[in-house]
């Protein structure tokens, strides 16, 4: 069974930095399509940025793009997300959330391709 836990919210000024972590276990990264979605009260959900591990392919939202980077690491069984320049806006419960299929990322992040595992989700508050 894949169970994945993020790590690494928190509360950052605007323009500032943070990297959330999200680790796997019960699966290889390599047998995954992951990402990162985010959530809050009274909006959508929204697919923030996914990657599908095994061919580094990677889509992010119009939101963070140029801002934000999605990376992997083989050895730690770990997804990141490396947010930059963070906006008030970007405030929200992040979720890692993985499917055991490889799909194009947008597949995953649009749901499409709904994921079937969800991490516990970690705060990100950007406010000065």
């Known amino acids: 069974q894949l169970q994945l836990v993020e790590s690494g919210g928190g509360l950052v000024q605007p323009g500032g930095s943070l990297r959330l972590s999200c680790a796997a276990s019960?699966?290889?990264?390599?047998?995954?399509?992951i990402g990162w979605f985010r959530q809050v009260p009274g909006k959508e959900r929204e697919g923030v940025s996914c990657?599908?591990?095994?061919?580094?392919?990677?889509y992010y939202a119009d939101s963070v793009k140029g801002r934000f980077t999605i990376s992997r690491d083989y050895a730690k069984n770990t997804v990141y997300l490396q947010m930059d320049s963070l906006k008030p806006e970007d405030t929200a419960v992040y979720y890692c959330?993985?499917?055991?299929?490889?799909?194009?990322?947008?597949?995953?992040?649009?749901?499409?391709?709904?994921?079937?595992?969800w991490g516990q989700g970690t705060q990100v508050t950007v406010s000065s």
């Open positions: 959330a993985a499917e055991a299929v490889l799909v194009g990322p947008y597949y995953l992040c649009s749901e499409h391709v709904i994921p079937r595992y």
């Open positions: 019960g699966f290889t990264l390599d047998g995954l399509t």
């Open positions: 990657i599908s591990v095994s061919d580094y392919s990677t």
